[in-house]
């Protein structure tokens, strides 16, 4: 699907600095799966944060999580309201 493809490089791209401020060194955020559900008119979006230190970002997750989604899907441009479902796994990097 195009927007996830589209949405995943705005995250990797413009909000990497973002991501970095708010959760710490080498965290980053990966799409699973985006799909459109009918019965609610909108996208349903899978994403998992990548992160080194997981206590150290829980005050600010899923709050902060859904802010850089829901910012870089205005950067997508579809006005098609977006659910979404995260986790939260360690990084290896």
């Known amino acids: 699907m195009r927007y996830k493809k589209f949405l995943q490089k705005i995250l990797d791209t413009v909000l990497k600095k973002d991501i970095i401020e ?3 060194n080498n965290s980053y955020i990966k ?3 985006m799909s459109y559900v ?3 008119k ?3 979006v899978n994403v998992t944060l ?3 230190d997981v206590e150290s970002c ?3 997750y899923p709050d902060g ?3 850089i989604i829901k910012k870089g899907w205005s950067g997508v441009g ?3 309201p977006l659910i979404i479902n995260s986790s939260i796994d360690v990084s290896l990097q």
Request: no cysteine; hydrophobic share 45%.
């Open 31 to 33: 799409i699973k799966n």
């Open 50 to 52: 990548f992160v080194v």
């Open 58 to 60: 829980f005050d600010m």
């Open 22 to 24: 708010i959760f710490g």
């Open 65 to 67: 999580l859904d802010v």
């Open 78 to 80: 579809d006005k098609t």
């Open 38 to 40: 009918r019965s609610k």
């Open 42 to 44: 909108s996208y349903l």
